[in-house]
């Protein structure tokens, strides 16, 4: 079946614009999570969303980051404003439940110029 | 302390090796545990998972758990050059099973 899918796979934008960044999840998978990945980095949490509940949104870095979720399926991380220290790749992932592993897309590579 | 701890690393070993790597981590009710390799540039992708004390093998890779000591450790026997990558310890942050949380990675390089 299909995996996590994410777009666009890169993204080059100027300093100051907004970007919206997609992530697909597995069909069927209640869990999804955001993350953010600088260069030579470990994985940066940014926000978590679990079925209806209220999303956990402790790892966002400033309110400039926000995410949704739509009918429990598509999430959209949205940046606004972007500055140069927002470059990373950011990375979805996708799982069943809280105990079962994640499945991650391939990222969206991020460079603010 | 870190919710979760690995050795950064990098973590040499001879080609043919067993390559071992540790992870520590501070809840003790945890009740899942995840391994991840991540390759240069690529995204992570699971290669053991385990929920019960001991050993879970799968081809030449030993996942292993000790509860008690709240460790869980990787091994990979006959390293091979491909196994290099940063590897990735993950779990529930607590009993609650909430979302998952990752360690910061250990980097093993196999050396021919």
């Known amino acids: 079946g299909a995996g996590v899918s994410q777009s666009p796979s890169n993204k080059v934008t100027e300093k100051g614009k907004d970007v919206e960044l997609r992530c697909d999840p597995i069909?069927?998978?209640?869990?999804l999570y955001w993350y953010r990945q600088s260069l030579g980095q470990g994985l940066e949490f940014l926000i978590y969303?679990?079925?209806?509940?209220?999303?956990?949104k402790s790892g966002l870095p400033s309110d400039r980051f926000s995410a949704e979720r739509t009918g429990g399926s598509v999430s959209t991380l949205t940046i606004q404003r972007t500055q140069q220290e927002d470059s990373a790749v950011y990375l979805c992932?996708?799982?069943?439940?809280?105990?079962?592993?994640?499945?991650f897309g391939n990222g969206t590579r991020l460079t603010v110029t | 302390q870190k919710e979760v701890e690995q050795n950064s690393g990098p973590l040499s070993v001879p080609e043919g090796a067993i390559a071992s790597l540790n992870c520590t981590y501070s809840?003790?009710?945890?009740?899942?545990f995840f391994w991840y390799r991540q390759y240069s540039g690529k995204s992570p992708e699971l290669i053991m998972f385990?929920?019960?004390?001991g050993d879970k093998e799968d081809g030449r890779f030993t996942a292993q758990l000790n509860k008690a000591s709240q460790y869980v450790s990787l091994l990979i026997r006959d390293s091979q050059p491909s196994d290099s990558a940063t590897y990735l310890c993950?779990?529930?942050?607590?009993?609650?099973?909430?979302?998952?949380?990752f360690g910061s990675g250990t980097r093993l390089s196999i050396r021919p």
């Open positions: 992932a996708s799982s069943k439940g809280v105990t079962s592993p994640l499945h």
């Open positions: 069909s069927g998978h209640t869990a």
């Open positions: 969303f679990q079925g209806n509940s209220a999303p956990d």
């Open positions: 809840d003790r009710g945890s009740q899942s």
């Open positions: 385990i929920y019960s004390n």
């Open positions: 993950a779990l529930p942050r607590d009993s609650s099973a909430s979302k998952i949380i």
